[in-house]
């Protein structure tokens, strides 16, 4: 099986700063994407940033020139830094991930259980 651990969440005031790490650990022969999802309270969840395994990344408007996605392929780990957070940034964070299993051919979705990220005005 293969898990996706996220840490690093909290409460912070606004204008801070946070970093979100993410480890896939398990059966795993080589995840491609890698992507960080938010869901505020009564919001859809909605794509923050996401990250290829080449390292192409893509970021919803919101957060563009504040959050910054990277990854460690040799670790499975995935990050993302949060700067000059605002209150409407806070949310449960989860961590997802397209993994291919030791012995398949094709990717299976993966999501982390979230990590609360908390800004205070």
């Known amino acids: 099986q293969v898990q996706l651990v996220e840490s690093g969440g909290g409460l912070v005031q606004a204008g801070g700063s946070l970093r979100l790490s993410c480890a896939a650990s398990?059966?795993?022969?080589?995840?491609?994407?890698m992507g960080w999802y938010r869901q505020a309270p009564g919001k859809k969840r909605e794509l923050v940033a996401s990250i290829t395994s080449g390292g192409a990344t893509n970021y919803v408007d919101s957060v563009k020139g504040r959050f910054t996605i990277s990854r460690d392929n040799a670790k499975n780990t995935v990050y993302l830094q949060m700067n000059s957070l605002k209150p409407e940034d806070t949310a449960v964070y989860y961590c997802?991930?397209?993994?291919?299993?030791?012995?398949?051919?094709?990717?299976?979705?993966?999501w982390g259980q979230g990590t609360q990220v908390t800004v205070s005005s």
């Open positions: 398990g059966s795993i022969s080589s995840i491609n994407a």
């Open positions: 997802n991930a397209d993994v291919y299993k030791l012995g398949y051919n094709i990717p299976y979705n993966y």
